[in-house]
């Protein structure tokens, strides 16, 4: 199985949709990224990255509280300052 299946296999047992969003403010202009975007967007990188997301990820579901949406919330931050900092619109 490879780490992209992984982690979506690891939302659907938890039953939380690809398709769920996260809302960025950036300088007041709106960006949205699903669940979805965001893992495959991070699954592009090296074997070593799309494993240490995988770990993290499972990691998050060990978290009482929010932790796969607060998981995501970074990433996906993340994600956002590496395409600014790329000047690469999304």
């Known amino acids: 199985m490879s780490n992209t299946e992984i982690c979506k296999t690891i939302l659907s047992n938890e039953g939380i949709s ?3 969003k996260i809302d960025f403010d950036v300088n ?4 949205t990224l699903t669940f979805g975007f965001i893992i495959d967007s991070f ?4 074997e070593a990255s799309q494993e240490a997301f995988v770990a ?3 990691q998050a579901l060990l978290s ?3 932790g796969i949406e607060r998981f995501f919330q970074s990433m996906g931050q993340l ?6 900092s790329q000047k690469i619109e999304i």
């Open 18 to 20: 690809l398709d769920s």
């Open 28 to 31: 007041g202009e709106l960006h």
């Open 43 to 46: 699954m592009m990188a090296s």
């Open 56 to 58: 993290a990820l499972q």
């Open 64 to 66: 009482e509280h929010d």
């Open 79 to 84: 994600l956002l300052m590496t395409h600014l």
